[in-house]
């Protein structure tokens, strides 16, 4: 029961149904159930075959149960695990007459031995009939049978394998109106899946709410097994303030739900409007009112509240073509006077949103009178006057009005006509228009009366008259402007009047003179010559035989504003920063001055501090009404004030300048080498305001000051940049300090010290592998030793150089004293080797007055030369090795054969030891013996050490 024990650990197991052919398991998958044949296997719910009890028994271990998606690909195991030879195997499809087809397998007599159809893939081996196969068709659903033909029998095993289709996911978005209502329906279709999809709703991971929300769906299935379910969620906008909904399905062929968001449209309040305006209709006055809803969505229903005796018209209609709804009522100008109109912005589901109210005008007319004669109730016309206007004028605030007029209660005489407000008397005028006249002026039942006399008087003969000759001249002096208007050779003299803006005061002063029966009027207008703004006055004569009466316009010329200008510029003069600063002032008499003031300032401006001011004043030279002055400031001293340029004139105005505090002086100093040259240098950079300072160099072991250095300074604005540099040999002032002194004229001291770093070159050491050179008397010299090889381009020689300098330089020498070449820590064999590159070499490792030098033995060796060495040490140290030998089985059989006298041993010993005398050093043969061994094992010793340095050689 191990297998089971292992199949409960995977799968949940919900409901067992067993009988003699088949153990079928509710709870698989998603909650499909799959059948399994008796003593085949279990399926897991991940899918993966779990180990059956006889799968070794039978010798095939397959998946019974497979899932395949329409138009992608899976796999069908079956492998063999018996221990048979496999002639031939085959994947077989059972068809619905029970005819197996062969769709692929494993023929041990063909000589491509493996094959395949349609959508299968070819098998892997005889033993492993694992294929892939492209799920195709839908009638691809069916058993497949694993057989294997051995020669020892045919075994089999069957699985069947499922087709499912994924849905194709479609949305759509439609709106409607019902009954006044704006609906939206969000349609979602899963189609053509095999199993019938599920869709669900969902609005910011929840369900709609079905207060608001409702949902409608379907399902059709289709001929080829396959099924398709249609989904519609409808709902009112102006209850929806969501923007977006989605639609949720679930397959088996998905690995998780589908989400499609859909974009519907929320409610949206609308910009309403109440606009009123007069209008005429069929003769008649009538006020329009409109109310205008814009951009709501759904657009709104728009409804009235009306005065009591007015009444409703139709309604416009909401276009749905159009953002905007309007609706307008028609009220009698007459009939609702001051009562409210209200215009109420709705929907059907939603209580009152806006209300807009707009009350109907109240009329009324004051009075009727006469323009320019309002106690004049008795008009004077002389006899045979011809057009003769009576002008008349309503107060009050009626759009219109209609006035009409009758003499002593009866018709107007046919000389006598209303027109407009004006009574046109055509003429000429007789004496049947005396009497009294009354007049009204109406507006519906808005009324006002006018009692009018007209007294008719005889003419009478008056003497000759001629009108004036009329000029007007404008002239100026000092701070007024003259205006005279004149009218000259009149007869009777003229009447001359002004007429005066409201805001301008003015003396006037008139005389006639008369000369020969004609009369000359001259009136003077006295004004300020300065205006602030444009004025015009008007001269009006009125004389008997001018029409009308005559008027002459002038424009009175304003002032030229007063344009003050304050300029400032920087001036350096003996190392000292001055501000200059420039105040001019145009349009300016001469006589206005020009003053300075100060703020924030220790001290004032003025003629005294010659060292620290300068000024100037005068007139501007192509402009006779300007004047200027110059201040010259010292920027030092002035830091931080504000100076202020004060004109004096009918008024007073003022600009100001404001001079910025200064900041200290940064000192920058730094010490290095000089490009391209043999000298370091100490560089002091000076940065300040104001002044130009002095720069002295101090050196530590001296302890003095040297003289001032002159520089060239470079000047920004009151900004002063200062570089001193002072050259000097690194081995003079290595490990010392340099000090820049930096000293103004106002005592200010700055003081920047470095110190010059101390370098070394310890040595110099070859890092390729050397052996020692040997003096003539056997000790090691200082020269390193080094073999290249014949006729092998680009070797090299590689250094390491100790030391702290930052850089250095290496270079080689040969014995005749030419330069090899160097390339940064290495010399370089560019060529080939030959014997011609063997020799001493002597490299230095410099910077500056720092070096270390070292010496190289370059030899040469070839291929021949290493080969018959090699043989030579092999042959030499092959005889050695058989001279020892024989030379000890001789002694070995000498001493057995012969009593060990004394005497004779040592004779043997020495005769052996002329044979065998070497030119090695005396100091050998008193080597100490180790402890307990005898002469003879000092004499080996001497031997061996003998051999092995012929053999060296």
Not at 4 to 31: A, C, N, P, W
Not at 53 to 70: A, F, K, M, T, Y
Not at 326 to 346: K, M, R, Y
Request: net charge negative.
């Amino acid at each position: 029961m191990d297998y089971l024990k292992r199949y409960k650990q995977k799968v949940k197991l919900k409901t067992f149904e067993v009988d003699s052919s088949v153990l079928h398991i509710s709870g698989g998958r998603h909650g499909q159930g799959f059948p399994l044949r008796s003593g085949e296997g279990f399926m897991a719910e991940n899918g993966e075959a779990l180990a059956r009890p006889d799968s070794d028994r039978r010798g095939i271990v397959l998946e019974q149960n497979v899932i395949g998606v329409l138009g992608e690909e899976v796999y069908l195991r079956c492998i063999y695990t018996g221990k048979g030879m496999i002639f031939f195997a085959s994947w077989n499809r059972v068809n619905s007459t029970s005819k197996s087809i062969k769709m692929a397998g494993y023929n041990s007599f063909s000589p491509n031995k493996t094959f395949s159809k349609e959508s299968f893939s070819t098998p892997a081996s005889g033993t492993n009939l694992t294929v892939k196969v492209g799920i195709v068709r839908l009638d691809m659903e069916g058993q497949y049978t694993c057989g294997f033909n051995t020669d020892e029998d045919e075994v089999k095993e069957s699985l069947f394998l499922t087709v499912i289709a994924r849905p194709k996911v479609t949305t759509h978005v439609e709106e409607d109106i019902v009954n006044g209502t704006h609906y939206q329906t969000v349609s979602c279709s899963a189609i053509n899946a095999k199993p019938v999809a599920h869709i669900s709703w969902e609005i910011r991971g929840v369900p709609p709410n079905p207060d608001i929300f409702s949902i409608h769906s379907s399902t059709l299935m289709h001929p080829n097994g396959t099924g398709s379910v249609f989904s519609e969620l409808r709902f009112p906008i102006l209850l929806n303030n969501e923007s977006r909904v989605s639609c949720v399905v679930q397959h088996p062929a998905l690995t998780q739900p589908g989400v499609t968001d859909i974009m519907v449209q929320t409610f949206v309040s609308p910009t309403v409007t109440m606009e009123m305006e007069l209008k005429q209709k069929e003769g008649k006055d009538f006020h329009l009112v409109l109310c205008t809803a814009t951009g709501g969505r759904p657009q709104p229903d728009i409804s009235w509240i009306l005065p009591t005796s007015a009444r409703a018209q139709p309604s416009l209609k909401p276009d749905m073509g159009s953002e905007s709804v309007a609706s307008s009522q028609w009220f009698p100008s007459d009939l609702h006077e001051g009562e409210n109109v209200t215009c109420i912005f709705g929907y059907p589901l939603l209580p009152v949103l806006h209300t807009r109210t707009v009350t109907l005008p109240t009329y009324y007319i004051g009075s009727l009178q006469l323009k320019k004669r309002k106690a004049i109730d008795l008009l004077r016309l002389e006899e045979g006057d011809i057009d003769v206007f009576i002008s008349m004028e309503v107060t009050g605030n009626v759009p219109s009005y209609e006035i009409n007029c009758t003499k002593e209660g009866g018709p107007m005489p046919n000389e006598v006509n209303v027109t407009g407000s004006d009574i046109l008397i055509k003429g000429p005028v007789g004496f049947n228009l005396s009497g009294q006249y009354q007049c009204q002026a109406s507006y519906y039942r808005h009324t006002a009366f006018l009692q009018l006399g007209i007294e008719v008087n005889p003419r009478v003969p008056l003497p000759a008259s001629f009108p004036p000759n009329i000029s007007v001249n404008l002239r100026k002096e000092d701070a007024n402007v003259y205006v005279e208007c004149l009218a000259s050779d009149a007869s009777p003299a003229a009447n001359v009047t002004w007429v005066l803006p409201q805001d301008l005061n003015g003396g006037i002063q008139s005389n006639i003179s008369s000369s020969n029966g004609s009369h000359t009027v001259q009136s003077i207008l006295a004004l300020p010559a300065c205006l602030p703004r444009e004025m015009t006055v008007e001269c009006v004569v009125e004389h008997l035989d001018l029409a009308d009466p005559e008027r002459r316009q002038i424009v009175l010329p304003t002032c030229v504003p007063v344009n003050v200008t304050l300029q400032n510029s920087t001036v350096w003069e003996n190392g000292i920063a001055y501000t200059q600063v420039n105040c001019s002032a145009d349009s300016m008499p001469p006589s206005s001055t020009i003053a300075w003031h100060t703020e924030n300032c220790r001290s004032g401006i003025n003629a005294s501090e010659t060292s620290d001011v300068a000024r100037q004043s005068g007139t501007l030279q192509d402009n006779d009404v300007g004047v200027w002055s110059t201040a010259r400031l010292s920027v030092r001293a002035y830091a931080g004030c504000t100076v202020i340029c004060v004109l004096e004139h009918h008024e007073r105005e003022q600009k100001s300048i404001h001079f910025p505090s200064l900041g200290p002086p940064s000192v920058h100093m730094k010490v290095g080498p000089l490009r391209d040259s043999e000298f370091w240098a100490a560089v002091c950079e000076y940065r300040g305001d104001g002044l130009v300072p002095s720069i002295y160099w101090v050196i530590s072991d001296r302890n003095t000051t040297t003289t001032p250095v002159s520089v060239q300074p470079a000047f920004e604005g009151v900004t002063v940049l200062v570089s001193s540099t002072y050259e000097f040999e690194l081995s003079r002032h290595e490990g010392k300090n340099v000090t820049c002194l930096i000293r103004t004229a106002y005592g200010i001291e700055e003081r920047r010290t470095v110190k010059v770093p101390r370098y070394f070159i310890s040595s110099i050491v070859v890092l390729n592998q050397t052996s020692p050179l040997r003096g003539n008397h056997g000790q090691h010299t200082a020269v390193n030793r080094i073999a290249l090889q014949e006729a092998l381009p680009h070797q090299k020689i590689v250094f390491r150089v100790s030391g702290n300098t930052p850089t250095f330089n290496i270079r080689c020498f040969r014995v005749d004293g030419s330069a090899a070449h160097t390339v940064s820590l290495a010399l370089v064999f560019a060529e080939p080797v030959s014997e011609q590159d063997a020799g001493l070499y002597t490299c230095h490792a410099s910077w500056y007055h720092h070096k270390a030098t070292v010496f190289v033995q370059v030899d040469v060796t070839s291929k021949e030369s290493q080969t018959m060495t090699f043989i030579l040490i092999c042959f030499t140290s092959a005889t050695a090795i058989t001279l020892f030998l024989f030379i000890t089985l001789c002694m070995l059989c000498k001493r057995s054969g012969e009593s060990p006298s004394p005497n004779k041993g040592r004779k043997q010993r020495e005769s052996l030891a002329g044979l065998m005398q070497t030119p090695c050093s005396p100091e050998l043969g008193k080597a100490t013996l180790p402890v307990g061994k005898g002469p003879e094992y000092a004499e080996l010793v001497r031997y061996s050490i003998v051999i092995d340095e012929k053999s060296t050689v």
